[in-house]
T-cell receptor
């Protein structure tokens, strides 16, 4: 079975500070990993994904994430937070292959303070 | 523009009533999904479909039904058997199973 743990249901940063949102996963086979962002009362938007290849993945809006197999982690970072980054972020894992299922973490709410 | 549309944006259900949420995609994706989102619980899978005329139960299918008569459409019916239907419902699609899913804007269902 696969699972996702997002450490910290709420993260608060100052504008211009580093954003670090943590995600750890468990999967019995090489995983596909995703980060999504959700603004209030909207659907989820794909930020970035890791399937195979380069372990450092760049996404939209200046976000990136690094797949670390030894640590079973896929943390999301952004060097400098902007007010518009305030939203809820979800990490998700799929075991790929014939596995249809995308398993989501419970989300991390990011607050950006002026 | 390609994308996923959901309607209505808000839906009110009376006790004992069945209601249907619409989901349409023009991305030519094979797979479609329905999720329920409650505060603090993330997303839970209700049903998914990999091809037309075929669908599978997810983790919380009880009280819900779906159909997949066309590739573009995957409507969800919330039946009267669903005793706690108040939630935000999200439809998604993907090119194939296990790949990145793309989401619609959601429907918020409220009980009168």
């Amino acid at each position: 079975a696969q699972s996702v743990t997002q450490l910290g249901s709420h993260v608060s940063v100052s504008e211009g500070a580093l954003v670090l949102l943590r995600c750890n996963y468990s999967s019995s086979v090489p995983p596909y990993l995703f980060w999504y962002v959700q603004y209030p009362n909207q659907g989820l938007q794909l930020l970035l994904k890791y399937t195979t290849g380069a372990t450092l993945v760049k996404g939209i809006n200046g976000f990136e994430a690094e797949f670390k197999k030894s640590e079973t982690s896929f943390h999301l970072t952004k060097p400098s937070a902007h007010m518009s980054d305030a939203a809820e972020y979800f990490c998700a894992v799929s075991s790929g292959g014939s596995n249809y299922k995308l398993t989501f973490g419970k989300g991390t709410l990011l607050t950006v303070n002026p | 523009d390609g994308g996923i549309t959901q309607s209505p944006k808000y839906l009110f259900r009376k006790e004992g009533q069945n209601v249907t949420l619409s989901c349409e995609q023009n991305l030519n994706h094979d797979a479609m999904y329905w999720y329920r989102q409650d505060p603090g619980q993330g997303l839970r899978l209700i049903y998914y479909s990999q091809i037309v005329n075929d669908f599978q139960k997810g983790d919380i299918a009880e009280g819900y039904s779906v159909s997949r008569e066309k590739k573009e459409s995957f409507p969800l019916t919330v039946t009267s058997a669903q005793k706690n239907p108040t939630a935000f419902y999200l439809c998604a699609s993907s090119l194939s199973r296990g790949r990145a899913q793309y989401f619609g804007p959601g429907t918020r269902l409220l009980v009168l």
